[in-house]
T-cell receptor, first 117, second 114 residues
Framework: GAVVSQHPSWVICKSGTSVKIECRSL??????MFWYRQFPKQSLMLMAT?????????EQGVEKDKFLINHASLTLSTLTVTSAHPEDSSFYIC?????????????FGPGTRLTVL | QKEVEQDPGPLSVPEGAIVSLNCTYS??????FMWYRQYSRKGPELLMY????GNKEDGRFTAQVDKSSKYISLFIRDSQPSDSATYLC??????????????FGQGTILTVHP
């Protein structure tokens, strides 16, 4: 149990376009989902926290107008990178906290590799 | 200074060796400590989850937490080539408005060679 999927697993886009990444909890309800960014050989950096039905909370330095997060249901959150540029190329990983689970236990998705040309 | 410090390695050991991975931290509010394993181009997988100080064992893995020294460790016994991955420590505080946010170390790249 506690499986999280992400789609797509990789995406290549042109500079200036927008890209949407989906994060789904397949076998549990996720009250909170987290979005991370990971550069090569570096750690995971939390971008934002989203609770179902409410606005996302962004970490300091993360542009909320550039990284749009929607958590419309208990099993789906989306991250949209708007007007993507090459510096947005990175590995984006989501995680989910299970309803009724330990508040700091997160289940991670497999990640989405974004390459902006 | 980073909140969590972890030597990125890389660390290379022969099969069967005991591996020791460590993290230090500066935030005394951290109470929950986790170790994740991440294979290349994959999401992190939870290995060990501990609360406060002490030891926890699960198969070939042992996690130790020393809150007085702000130091945590992960030991892998009888290491296997399949253990080759990046190991990330992560920590979180005890509640409040943090929503269970995790703070990660940089990760240590481990290679176990046959």
């Amino acid at each position: 149990g506690a499986v999280v999927s992400q789609h797509p697993s990789w995406v290549i886009c042109k500079s200036g376009t927008s890209v949407k990444i989906e994060c789904r909890s397949l076998d549990f309800q996720a009250t909170t989902m987290f979005w991370y960014r990971q550069f090569p050989k570096q750690s995971l950096m939390l971008m934002a926290t989203s609770n179902e039905g409410s606005k996302a909370t962004y970490e300091q330095g993360v542009e909320k107008d550039k990284f749009l997060i929607n958590h419309a249901s208990l099993t789906l959150s989306t991250l949209t990178v708007t007007s993507a540029h090459p510096e947005d190329s990175s590995f984006y990983i989501c995680s989910a906290r299970r309803r009724g689970g330990a508040y700091n236990e997160q289940f991670f998705g497999p990640g989405t590799r974004l390459t902006v040309l | 200074q980073k909140e969590v410090e972890q030597d990125p390695g890389p660390l290379s050991v022969p099969e069967g060796a005991i591996v020791s991975l460590n993290c230090t931290y500066s935030n005394s509010a951290f109470q929950y400590f986790m170790w994740y394993r991440q294979y290349s181009r994959k999401g992190p997988e939870l290995l060990m989850y501990t609360y406060s100080s002490g030891n926890k064992e699960d198969g070939r893995f042992t996690a130790q937490v020393d809150k007085s020294s702000k130091y945590i460790s992960l030991f892998i016994r009888d290491s296997q080539p399949s253990d080759s991955a990046t190991y990330l420590c992560a920590m979180s505080g005890g509640g409040g408005t943090s929503y269970g946010k995790l703070t990660f170390g940089q990760g240590t790249i481990l290679t176990v060679h046959p």
